[in-house]
């Protein structure tokens, strides 16, 4: 039970972590501001031509520092993986007979039937329960904290008169 539990949160934490991560690194391009300066460019001719038109740009900073967050929160992401991993290690063999019967027989990664399967389930089984709660509780909070996209009907009155021009 606790190691379900556990594997839940750290599920939850995993989603975070990609996520932010990937939201952090896609939106850190539009952290840099461009101002532009058309005072130039109107001014009585001759003027040199093309004109320049950008005074500075700004962000450039903040968005490399955007996505070094993200690649550190995708690199946590990653740690957290490993880390559901070696949890679920198996104890390691100590009499030496069985040692090298496993390390004869015990380790053929060509052959599907040799993985192992039950330690992915009970690494990996719960984390996945755990991301897919978590996504269903961002959706469910997004959905309730996000204007409705229905735009407001317009009601428009509008009237036209004709005469008679004599």
């Not at 520092?65 to 690199?75: E, H, M, P, Q, S």
Request: with cysteine; charged share 15%; hydrophobic share 50%.
């Amino acid at each position: 039970m606790r190691l379900g539990i556990w594997e839940a949160w750290m599920g939850a934490l995993l989603y975070c972590a990609f996520a932010f991560g990937t939201q952090l690194i896609t939106s850190a391009p539009q952290s840099i501001v461009t101002v532009f300066d058309f005072t130039n460019c109107y001014a009585v001719p001759p003027i040199v031509q093309p004109c320049e038109r950008v005074a500075y740009k700004a962000g450039a900073l903040n968005a490399l520092l955007n996505g070094y967050c993200g690649l550190l929160l995708i690199l946590v992401g990653i740690w957290l993986v490993w880390e559901l991993w070696t949890a679920v290690a198996p104890k390691p063999i100590t009499d030496d007979f069985l040692k090298l019967l496993d390390d004869s027989f015990g380790h053929n990664w060509r052959s599907l039937r040799a993985w192992p399967w039950a330690r992915m389930a009970w690494a990996y089984g719960f984390t996945i329960v755990g991301v897919g709660l978590t996504v269903a509780m961002s959706r469910a909070i997004s959905a309730s904290i996000a204007p409705s996209t229905k735009a407001p009907a317009v009601h428009v009155e509008t009237s036209q008169r004709f005469r008679t021009l004599h």
